[in-house]
């Protein structure tokens, strides 16, 4: 049987474990607060380890989804981290979005080690990884990527391989470059419905079957009309990725000035406390305008 570890229980990690062990997957799971990876061998069975290394040992495939460059790192080359119990020839999967600096950093430390490494950040959200409908874009060795697919389609709609190593990460970049605009775009129209004495609920449903329809009209329309942000990434998350974007778009030459600005958007949703608001709740600073 396949022994695969899994390196960080948040919102997206915990189901996407859950669907290794319920495929069949020999699984064991690692936490940095251990109550939840008690939790989560209560609720599916498995194992859990006290350190990442102690997951990693033996383990055939090691998938990760944590907060950041930083506990990435922590994970894999810090104190006891999973690249030194690794066994030869094991890939290390990291879901986590990342700077693709720090990517290509741990592949070229991977495979000094003999390890292989995959990049793998997802979209989907919290439904996405609780459904096993992720979205899953790669980068690394062809051969690797190729080992890992099967594993990582336990909890994905859609997993490709983009390019080398970084690539995984530049993709995801993309993604949440094209959100930003259209949560800001799709807020300012409901705002716009508000204020002009419009149903826009009724709005919505009209306007979602042209070419403004989008995944962020149809799931999230309802509870940012109802003042409701307990749905799906928080503003924290989404400031940490765009900053990857904007730095990176520094580095590459690209210019993002949409995204420059909701970013400095979701700073003000912070400034009202908003943090851990779902990204939709860019329509609560307009309404703070008001």
């Not at 419905?193 to 009209?217: C, F, N, P, T, Y």
């Amino acid at each position: 049987m396949t022994r695969v570890a899994f390196l960080g229980l948040g919102v997206m990690g915990y189901p996407m474990a859950g669907h290794l062990k319920s495929k069949g997957f020999e699984v064991v799971v690692y936490n940095r607060t251990a109550a939840k990876a008690e939790a989560w061998v209560k609720e599916h069975g498995g194992e859990m380890a006290l350190t990442p290394a102690g997951a990693a040992e033996g383990a055939d495939f090691v998938m990760a989804c944590v907060g950041n460059d930083d506990d990435l790192r922590q994970v894999c080359v810090g104190e006891g981290g999973a690249f030194a119990a690794m066994k030869d020839g094991a890939i290390f999967v990291d879901h986590t979005t990342v700077s693709a600096k720090v990517t290509r950093e741990l592949y070229e430390a991977a495979g000094a080690a003999g390890l292989g490494f995959v990049d793998a950040p997802i979209s989907g959200g919290q439904a996405g990884a609780e459904n096993g409908v992720l979205s899953i874009m790669c980068g690394g060795d062809a051969d690797t990527y190729t080992k890992a697919e099967p594993v990582m389609e336990s909890y994905a709609r859609i997993c490709r391989r983009i390019g080398e190593s970084g690539a995984g990460q530049l993709t995801k970049m993309c993604n949440q470059i094209a959100i930003a605009g259209v949560v800001q775009g799709l807020s300012e129209a409901l705002h716009f419905a508000e204020k002009a004495g419009l149903d826009g609920a009724a709005v919505v449903e009209v306007i979602s079957q042209g070419a403004a329809g989008s995944w962020q009209m149809s799931n999230r329309y309802e509870t940012m009309i109802a003042d409701h942000f307990e749905h799906g990434f928080a503003v924290d998350w989404m400031r940490k990725d765009l900053g990857i974007c904007l730095d990176t778009a520094d580095e590459t030459g690209a210019s993002l000035p949409v995204t420059a600005l909701v970013d400095q958007f979701y700073k003000d949703v912070q400034k009202l406390g908003g943090g851990r608001w779902d990204t939709s709740s860019l329509i609560k600073r307009l309404r703070a305008l008001d």
